[in-house]
């Protein structure tokens, strides 16, 4: 599959999701991404710094950033998310600049944020090409220093129980799951820390982390690699 066709798939499935499934709209920001932007585990520059988030998604984790004083802007694929998450915003009376995605280009100008952050995004554009790609997009709109905080699939998730591997990192998510859309998706999925680490090399300083969570359900088990990379 080209990575227009990825695009073009992940891009329906991320329209309809909203429709099909609106009881999983997310409300609350990630509790991991919440203690990475307040505690002291990895420096990131603090508020009124400029933050980029790449497939905002409900805008669940754009808002709290927006809440501890950020200067926000994001870019997503769908727009029926982007007209959602404005709409959001409006509500709370926060300024935010939101932006559609067409393939693989982000659509900001060159070193213009001091934090980009992307999670449980990357997996979606699916071959190793299409994430390097992304990568140094990522890196392009971040300052000089300027810091990534990112999140993608791991293979211990239970999506390993639905994907068949097509070789080179890409997965096809194959069986169907009742409380998703995702099947016929096809994933990037790293197969170690080492490789991860490997496609973020155009950054100075790069650190991988990794959340793990099984609320009771094996058949649902979470797994993310993290990705902390500084300019
Ligand atoms: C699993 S959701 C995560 C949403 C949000 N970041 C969160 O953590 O709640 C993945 C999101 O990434 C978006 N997406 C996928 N590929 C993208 C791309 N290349 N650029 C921007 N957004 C993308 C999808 O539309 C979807 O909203």
Redesign the pocket.
């Known amino acids: 599959m080209s990575d227009d066709e990825i ?1 073009l798939k ?2 329906k ?3 309809d ?1 909203l429709k099909l499934f609106p009881h999983t709209k ?1 409300r609350y920001p ?1 509790e991991n ?1 919440v203690r990475l932007m307040s505690g002291k585990y990895v420096p990131v520059p603090k508020p009124p710094a400029k933050v980029m ?9 754009l808002w709290f950033l927006a809440d501890k004083g950020y200067e926000c802007s994001g ?4 727009e029926a ?1 982007i007209a959602d998450v404005n709409e959001l915003f409006s509500k709370i009376g926060k300024p935010v600049d939101l932006r559609p ?1 067409e ?2 280009k ?1 659509p900001f100008d060159d070193n213009e944020f001091d934090i980009v ?6 997996h ?2 699916g071959t190793r090409q299409g994430v390097i790609e ?1 990568i140094r997009e990522l890196h392009r709109v971040l300052k000089e220093g300027g810091i990534l905080v990112l ?1 993608t699939v791991h293979p211990d998730s239970s999506f390993s129980d639905r994907m068949k591997d097509m070789g080179d990192g890409t997965f096809l998510i194959e069986k169907e799951n009742p409380h998703d859309n995702r099947q016929g998706l096809s994933f990037f999925v790293a197969g170690s820390d080492d490789e991860l680490k490997e496609l973020f090399d155009m950054f100075s300083d790069v650190k991988t982390g990794y959340i793990y969570t099984d609320l009771f359900d094996n058949s649902e088990r979470n797994a993310w690699y993290l990705v902390y990379a500084k300019k």
Do not use: A, M, R
């Open positions: 695009f992940s891009k499935v991320w329209e999701n997310l990630d991404l988030d790449h497939g905002f998604g409900h805008g669940n984790n870019c997503e694929i769908s998310l995605v393939g693989l982000i952050v992307s999670w449980n995004v990357l979606y554009n992304i999140s």
